[in-house]
């Protein structure tokens, strides 16, 4: 199945701020969508339409698009943010939906 | 608010159909601005999508599925349901009912997941 590549993990110490990036072609013309999933829960929405962030969701999210890339940044990171991150966006073939392969997030 | 909740049956035999049924509240299923998915997750993997349908009936399966997957909808009772075929162990997965909020014609965001239904394959 298609995947869009991100980082396989990303480890932060506390406090410090945390870059998730994923790739693809599509990714330059369609918005990207970021979710959250911590263990044995359901996946959480943290931003949407690239840089769009849900009521409920702190001011540390945000992401940012370049080109073919796009990134989460988690400012200031805390304990609580360690969990797996998945971006989302529509392929270039017409696929409606696709997402990246996950990055885990660790908190040192 | 809005709430998505899968039931159906968590065995299943090899070859047999898995049949799960996602039951919406707190919103209707009948409008435009959604579409309505289904994801699943292995165990210790990514997130894989199947497929999502319109409140129309319109749908849209992921190719490497689409001989074994149907997607059906029921406006009178909020819900939708999933169909997949001749299953084997490899479909073993948490299935995930989730709503899609529209972006622009066939592109959408999940704003609202169930908790997840584990459907394990095995005789």
């Known amino acids: 199945s298609y995947e869009l590549p991100q980082p396989p993990s990303v480890s932060v110490s506390p406090g410090q701020t945390a870059t998730i990036t994923c790739f693809g072609e599509?990714?330059?013309?369609?918005?990207a969508h970021w979710y959250q999933q911590k263990p044995g829960q359901a996946p959480v929405l943290v931003i949407y339409k690239d840089n769009e962030r849900p009521s409920g969701i702190p001011e540390r999210f945000s992401g940012s698009r370049s080109g073919t890339t796009v990134t989460l940044t988690i400012s200031g990171v805390q304990a609580e943010d360690e969990a797996d991150y998945y971006c989302q966006s529509g392929d270039t073939n017409g696929i409606p939906v696709v997402f990246g392969g996950g990055t885990k997030l660790t908190v040192l | 608010q809005v709430q998505l909740q899968e039931s159906g049956p968590g065995l299943v035999k090899p070859s047999q159909t898995l049949s799960l049924t996602c039951t919406v509240s707190g919103g209707s299923i009948n409008s435009g601005d959604y579409y309505w998915n289904w994801i699943r997750q292995s165990p210790g993997k990514g997130l894989e999508w199947i497929g999502y349908i319109y409140y129309s009936g319109t749908t849209f399966y992921i190719p490497s599925l689409k001989s074994r997957v149907a997607i059906s909808i029921d406006t009178s009772k909020n819900q939708f349901s999933l169909k997949l075929s001749s299953v084997t162990a490899a479909d073993t997965a948490v299935y995930f009912c989730?709503?899609?909020?529209?972006?622009?014609?066939?592109?959408?965001?999940?704003?609202?997941w169930g908790q997840g239904a584990l459907v394990t394959v095995s005789s």
């Open positions: 989730a709503r899609g909020r529209r972006v622009t014609i066939e592109r959408c965001y999940f704003d609202y």
């Open positions: 599509a990714l330059a013309k369609q918005h």
